[in-house]
């Protein structure tokens, strides 16, 4: 067992020079890449998601952790082997057409990576049609939607249209999120879930695996 305490203190404090450190010396160390995410980098995002929903941190300092995260991710996933790099689950995120607002976005992105999902982000103003294409291509088991506008979250529903008519809405959870939209709005649509921010987005995802996996 090694000591991920130094790592996680600086995940959590947004420190990316501190974080490239750690996970260098642990690397050195002879510590497997794996386990310095699972027991280090996945616990501290952790931290920070529960920090976050008691009003202990702001999302600045959300983005400052994940950024941090990322320098880790970004030396240790080259190093893992193909098996190791069996994901918590795989998420294709999008803002949808008409719509080019992306920072919440980025921070769902940017939390699913840090809890161990493969996260495909295929950006802003994004048609129902390029959906469709990267559910076919990525076989994602989560889809998730963003939307800030009122004038563009019709197009939630026409996303989840054409994933029905392309017979691959059954094989994916929907969840939406953005400041255009509500949990009614989800069932309305048939979305599986509203994400409120991202830390709701982790826990339902990690709720989705469970499900697919029971």
Not at 120 to 132: E, K, N, Y
Not at 176 to 205: F, N, P, R, W
Request: hydrophobic share 45%; aromatic share 4%; glycine share 8%.
């Amino acid at each position: 067992m090694f000591d991920s305490a130094a790592l996680s203190a600086a995940v959590v404090a947004g420190d990316p020079e501190k974080v490239k450190a750690e996970t260098a010396s642990l690397l050195e160390a002879g510590v497997p890449p794996k386990d310095i995410i699972e027991k280090g980098l996945i616990p501290a995002m952790d931290v920070v998601g529960e920090k976050f929903q008691e009003g202990e941190v702001f999302i600045p300092d959300i983005l400052f952790s994940a950024r941090a995260m990322s320098e880790a991710l970004a030396t240790l996933r080259p190093l893992l082997s193909e098996e190791e790099t069996a994901a918590s689950g795989r998420v294709v995120l999008g803002t949808v057409k008409g719509d080019v607002h992306d920072i919440g976005k980025k921070l769902v992105g940017m939390m699913l990576e840090g809890a161990g999902f493969e996260v495909t982000d295929l950006g802003t103003d994004v048609a129902p049609s390029a959906f469709v294409e990267a559910v076919k291509e990525k076989r994602p088991h989560i889809v998730g939607m963003s939307a800030l506008l009122t004038t563009t979250m019709v197009q939630m529903k026409n996303t989840i249209d054409a994933l029905a008519e392309s017979g691959l809405r059954d094989d994916v959870k929907v969840m939406i999120g953005g400041a255009a939209v509500s949990e009614e709005y989800a069932k309305q649509i048939g979305a599986d879930a509203h994400g409120s921010d991202a830390t709701v987005a982790v826990e339902l995802a990690r709720k989705f695996m469970a499900e697919l996996s029971a």
